[in-house]
């Protein structure tokens, strides 16, 4: 594999670089580096944290995969797309499906249909995740970048990790929240009772997530409708931080509680997202209306 150095990438260490563009785990990485497997402008690299530069050639001789159960298209999988180019693909999930493969499904995934229209995904990145960038819960809809190839997918996730990435969400919480905004700024790990769940705890990984008040309700039940904007990408962020304020998503029955709305699921939705193209960094912004099951939660609000 040969690639040329984007200036999304300038300055990142060749490791990251070549996990990225290969998909392989940091360990493999490590073990090609050590074995002469890395070349950066035709000389071998000698240290992992080396850091690259744009238009640096970088040169990987990536070993033969082991053949496993990698994901395979299938076209029951119906995938909303909103965009889609060479470089990346913007969806807007709809809440039930599960976003890639893992212990609990095996099958019939958003990675799974993405394969069916875009078979060149399947040597993007992870190969149980092919081109995935970030993720939504399985309840939660709402929009989504897929990046096409390694190049896209090694820029769109610098851009998280500078946290250049909006990611905006529209979510109906429990309560009133008195203040008109704040910041929920408070780190994010497995709980210690229930593995399964995560909770804010002091060994968790440090976690932001900005809040506005946008209406409130006081009938049939008080709730307050919030736009959320991560500024981290834990998992379960917003649900976890609203449910340590006190005002957990309406249907979230994991970190909140049964409600008199009876929903079937959190009312979260992923209304907005906005990041620099991969290709010209030009920024692009993408929104999506609620869908139609939380719409009609919110006109019997009042």
Same mark, same amino acid.
């Given at each position: 594999?040969?690639?040329?150095?984007?200036?999304?990438?300038?300055?990142?260490?060749?490791?990251?670089?070549?996990?990225?563009?290969?998909?392989?785990?940091?360990?493999?990485?490590?073990?090609?580096?050590?074995?002469?497997?890395?070349?950066?402008?035709?000389?071998?690299?000698?240290?992992?944290?080396?850091?690259?530069?744009?238009?640096?050639?970088?040169?990987?001789?990536?070993?033969?995969?082991?053949?496993?159960?990698?994901?395979?298209?299938?076209?029951?999988?119906?995938?909303?797309?909103?965009?889609?180019?060479?470089?990346?693909?913007?969806?807007?999930?709809?809440?039930?499906?599960?976003?890639?493969?893992?212990?609990?499904?095996?099958?019939?995934?958003?990675?799974?249909?993405?394969?069916?229209?875009?078979?060149?995904?399947?040597?993007?990145?992870?190969?149980?995740?092919?081109?995935?960038?970030?993720?939504?819960?399985?309840?939660? *809809?709402?929009?989504?970048?897929?990046?096409?190839? /390694? %190049?896209? @997918? +090694?820029?769109?996730?610098?851009? =998280?990790?500078?946290?250049?990435?909006?990611?905006?969400?529209?979510?109906?919480?429990?309560?009133?929240?008195?203040?008109?905004?704040?910041?929920?700024?408070?780190?994010?790990?497995?709980?210690?009772?229930?593995?399964?769940?995560?909770?804010?705890?002091?060994?968790?990984?440090?976690?932001?997530?900005?809040?506005?008040?946008?209406?409130?309700?006081?009938?049939?039940?008080?709730?307050?409708?919030?736009?959320?904007?991560?500024?981290?990408?834990?998992?379960?962020?917003?649900?976890?931080?609203?449910?340590?304020?006190?005002?957990?998503?309406?249907?979230?029955?994991?970190?909140?509680?049964?409600?008199?709305?009876?929903?079937?699921?959190?009312?979260?939705?992923?209304?907005?997202?906005?990041?620099?193209?991969?290709?010209?960094? *030009?920024?692009?912004?993408?929104?999506?209306?609620? /869908? %139609?099951? @939380? +719409?009609?939660?919110?006109?019997? =609000?009042?």
């Amino acid at each position: 594999m040969k690639e040329t150095v984007p200036r999304a990438l300038d300055g990142e260490r060749v490791d990251r670089v070549v996990a990225f563009l290969t998909g392989l785990p940091r360990s493999e990485v490590a073990d090609l580096v050590a074995n002469g497997g890395v070349r950066l402008d035709g000389a071998a690299v000698r240290a992992r944290s080396r850091r690259v530069a744009e238009g640096d050639v970088v040169e990987i001789d990536v070993p033969e995969a082991a053949d496993s159960s990698h994901p395979i298209a299938d076209p029951t999988v119906e995938v909303p797309v909103v965009h889609a180019d060479e470089h990346v693909i913007v969806v807007d999930k709809p809440a039930g499906l599960v976003v890639h493969p893992g212990a609990g499904q095996r099958q019939g995934t958003l990675v799974h249909g993405l394969l069916h229209l875009y078979p060149d995904l399947a040597d993007v990145g992870d190969r149980e995740r092919p081109g995935i960038v970030h993720r939504l819960d399985k309840g939660t *809809s709402g929009l989504m970048v897929v990046a096409r190839t /390694p %190049l896209a @997918l +090694a820029a769109l996730t610098a851009q =998280l990790k500078r946290r250049d990435v909006e990611r905006r969400y529209l979510a109906l919480v429990v309560g009133e929240v008195g203040e008109g905004r704040g910041v929920v700024d408070a780190p994010i790990g497995r709980s210690a009772r229930q593995p399964t769940r995560m909770a804010v705890t002091a060994r968790g990984r440090a976690a932001r997530t900005r809040y506005e008040v946008l209406e409130r309700y006081t009938g049939p039940v008080a709730a307050t409708l919030l736009e959320c904007r991560l500024e981290t990408g834990r998992t379960h962020q917003v649900r976890v931080h609203l449910a340590a304020i006190g005002h957990p998503v309406v249907g979230d029955t994991r970190y909140g509680r049964t409600d008199a709305l009876a929903m079937k699921r959190p009312f979260l939705h992923a209304h907005e997202l906005a990041f620099d193209h991969p290709a010209d960094g *030009s920024r692009r912004r993408f929104h999506s209306p609620l /869908p %139609l099951d @939380l +719409a009609e939660v919110r006109e019997h =609000l009042d």
